[in-house]
């Protein structure tokens, strides 16, 4: 018999929710706008009855548990903060204890990142795996880090914010205030910013007008191609991410690394170099030990079964909770 999961995840657009089976198939998804909510009670009412309408469609009794991605969610009171910036709703959300009251199962809320990581553990290519870090490259860098199959969560439940480890001290500003941070070179945008700076050094600055329409697909596409600039522009960012990576390897020890995100569409433009640089800049007692990998996880489903995947682990750790 199949069980079923429920995977959400909550962006400042968008809330994507699907309904996924134990073998790690999205069968039905819906969509809700995040922007059109401005009460707590509002949002989950609605994230609530659009469960109910999954359930329905699938002629479900019941699911087996819940799993939130969320910005600035917080897993040890499984509740996003207050005042979450790209939110409309400026209050606290409290999804465990109002949708774990609701559908009478786990309710498991972590960011996008940790949520990633367990979707790789329990549907992609980290299932035989012990330890291991996941790191998302999109708007910004995140990662997730397991250690003995567990997501190293600290004492506040935010440990493992490598998307802001300083690579270059007084280098480019982050939205943290701080100068140098790897999102600001390894994230999309910093990729736009490496590609400008290329540009630039050949003496073929972009254009007002080119450098605000620059999009990191468009410098990833090129570098497929082989376009000078675009391959440069990949290359400073292997280079900081197989620095940022090293370090994180010397502190966890992982079998392997993985990638997800839209930046690793890049393919071997990407991954070529950062191998290079990866292992230049690794730990002797690690080199040629640790795989970098990209995530095997279907990149437009990766966020909703990483989601899912949160509450299945909640499930596998407690199968009596409800």
Same mark, same amino acid.
């Given at each position: 018999?199949?069980?079923?999961?429920?995977?959400?995840?909550?962006?400042?657009?968008?809330?994507?929710?699907?309904?996924?089976?134990?073998?790690?198939?999205?069968?039905?998804? /819906?969509?809700?706008?995040?922007?059109?909510?401005?009460? *707590?009670? !509002?949002?989950?009412?609605?994230?609530?009855?659009?469960?109910?309408?999954?359930?329905?469609? $699938?002629?479900?009794?019941?699911?087996?548990?819940?799993?939130?991605? *969320?910005?600035?969610?917080?897993? $040890?009171?499984?509740?996003?903060?207050?005042?979450?910036?790209? +939110?409309?709703?400026?209050?606290?959300i409290p999804f465990?204890?109002?949708?774990? #009251?609701?559908?009478?199962?786990?309710?498991?809320?972590?960011?996008? %990142?940790?949520?990633?990581?367990?979707?790789?553990?329990?549907?992609?290519?980290?299932? #035989? +795996?012990?330890?291991?870090?996941?790191?998302?490259?999109?708007?910004?860098?995140?990662?997730?880090?397991?250690?003995? /199959?567990?997501?190293?969560?600290?004492?506040?439940?935010?440990?493992?914010? +490598?998307?802001?480890?300083?690579?270059?001290?007084?280098?480019?500003?982050?939205?943290?205030?701080?100068?140098?941070?790897? #999102?600001?070179?390894?994230?999309? /945008?910093?990729?736009?910013?490496?590609?400008? !700076?290329?540009?630039?050094?050949?003496?073929?600055?972009?254009?007002?007008?080119?450098?605000?329409?620059?999009?990191?697909?468009?410098?990833? #596409?090129?570098?497929?191609?082989?376009?000078?600039?675009?391959? %440069?522009?990949? !290359?400073?960012?292997?280079?900081?991410?197989?620095? *940022?990576?090293?370090? %994180?390897?010397?502190?966890?020890?992982?079998? %392997?690394?993985?990638?997800?995100?839209?930046?690793?569409r890049a393919g071997?433009?990407?991954?070529?170099? +950062?191998?290079?640089?990866?292992?230049?800049?690794?730990?002797?007692?690690?080199?040629?030990?640790?795989?970098?990998?990209?995530?095997?996880?279907?990149?437009?489903?990766?966020?909703?079964?990483?989601?899912?995947?949160?509450?299945?682990?909640?499930?596998?750790?407690?199968?009596?909770?409800?």
């Amino acid at each position: 018999m199949n069980h079923y999961s429920i995977g959400i995840d909550i962006g400042g657009t968008n809330t994507d929710i699907g309904l996924v089976s134990d073998s790690g198939q999205v069968v039905r998804r /819906r969509r809700l706008p995040t922007t059109e909510y401005h009460t *707590a009670a !509002d949002y989950m009412r609605a994230i609530g009855d659009t469960i109910q309408q999954l359930m329905a469609e $699938q002629k479900l009794p019941s699911i087996r548990s819940i799993g939130i991605g *969320a910005p600035n969610g917080n897993p $040890q009171s499984g509740s996003i903060e207050a005042d979450t910036p790209n +939110l409309n709703i400026k209050e606290s959300i409290p999804f465990r204890e109002v949708l774990g #009251e609701r559908f009478h199962v786990p309710v498991t809320l972590d960011n996008d %990142a940790n949520a990633a990581a367990i979707g790789e553990m329990i549907y992609g290519g980290a299932k #035989e +795996l012990r330890h291991f870090i996941m790191i998302t490259m999109g708007t910004g860098i995140g990662s997730g880090i397991v250690i003995n /199959r567990q997501i190293l969560h600290g004492s506040t439940g935010t440990a493992g914010e +490598l998307g802001h480890a300083i690579v270059q001290p007084e280098g480019r500003l982050c939205g943290c205030g701080r100068k140098g941070c790897l #999102e600001m070179y390894a994230s999309a /945008r910093g990729i736009c910013q490496n590609y400008m !700076d290329a540009a630039a050094r050949v003496h073929q600055p972009l254009t007002a007008e080119a450098a605000q329409t620059l999009t990191c697909q468009m410098v990833g #596409e090129a570098a497929l191609t082989g376009n000078p600039i675009a391959v %440069a522009a990949y !290359d400073t960012t292997a280079y900081w991410l197989g620095i *940022a990576l090293a370090n %994180a390897a010397a502190f966890s020890a992982p079998e %392997a690394i993985f990638l997800m995100g839209g930046p690793t569409r890049a393919g071997e433009a990407l991954m070529k170099p +950062l191998k290079h640089y990866f292992e230049d800049n690794l730990l002797f007692l690690y080199k040629n030990r640790i795989q970098l990998r990209f995530s095997e996880l279907n990149l437009n489903e990766a966020a909703i079964l990483g989601a899912a995947a949160l509450g299945e682990a909640a499930t596998s750790a407690a199968p009596h909770a409800r």
